[in-house]
């Protein structure tokens, strides 16, 4: 099994001295530079360069420069998505967006995890965990999402918040990490 094969699988894998997920970060990484680096009056080249960067993209979307991830081929985004300022993800495994899904600056997603045993750390191995998100999501400026989480539909995250664990439909959180604050009326987002 290749060193690919494993991260996406979930399973320890060795990204460092893989020629062929270097390659893949590389060639990621120089279009997130191209596309943090064009003027922002050139609305067409963004939205083209980010089709080349990410995996599968709605057909309204919107992503506020600078953008980093890692491998961009993991990440899938709905329909009617907006990003704002410094969005990173790491993107080892998937992540995936539902429609109408706002985040707001300085948020990260990390699917990368490292072992806890330092001798097996220590040697390059990590591991990656997916993460999904909902429809009718706002994150909040600064939030983590952490890997191997699920965010449900109708959710509000908090600024600076700590996603560790899934979060159900049709609720606001918020704190470090991040708790269920309030309960959201679902009849309210049925359209």
């Known amino acids: 099994m290749t060193e690919k094969e494993k ?10 001295n893989d020629e062929e ?18 003027s922002p009056d050139k609305l067409d080249e963004r939205k083209e360069l980010i ?16 953008f980093i991830c890692d491998y961009g081929y993991n990440i899938e985004i709905g329909e009617n998505f ?16 539902g429609d109408n899904v706002f985040i707001a600056p300085n948020v990260s997603f ?3 995890e490292h072992p806890i ?14 993460i999904t998100v909902g429809n009718n999501v706002w994150i909040g400026g600064g939030a983590t ?26 609720v606001v959180v918020a704190g ?3 708790r269920v604050i309030k309960y959201l009326d679902a009849e309210k987002f049925k359209g």
């Open 145 to 170: 999402i952490l890997s191997d989480v699920t965010i449900g539909n109708n959710v509000v995250i908090g600024a600076g918040v700590v996603v560790t664990k899934d979060i159900p439909d049709n």
């Open 51 to 66: 089709k080349k960067i990410i995996g599968k993209t709605g057909n309204k979307y919107w992503i506020e420069q600078p």
């Open 176 to 178: 470090n990490p991040a």
């Open 117 to 130: 045993d330092c001798k097996t750390r220590n040697k390059g191995f990590e591991y990656a965990r997916p």
């Open 82 to 97: 907006y990003s704002n300022h410094n969005l990173t993800i790491l993107d080892c495994t998937k992540v995936t967006f």
């Open 21 to 38: 997920l270097f390659n893949e970060r590389i060639k990621c990484k120089t279009l997130c530079y191209q596309f943090n680096n064009l």
């Open 110 to 112: 990390y699917t990368a």
């Open 7 to 16: 991260m996406l699988n979930g399973e320890l894998y060795m990204p460092e």
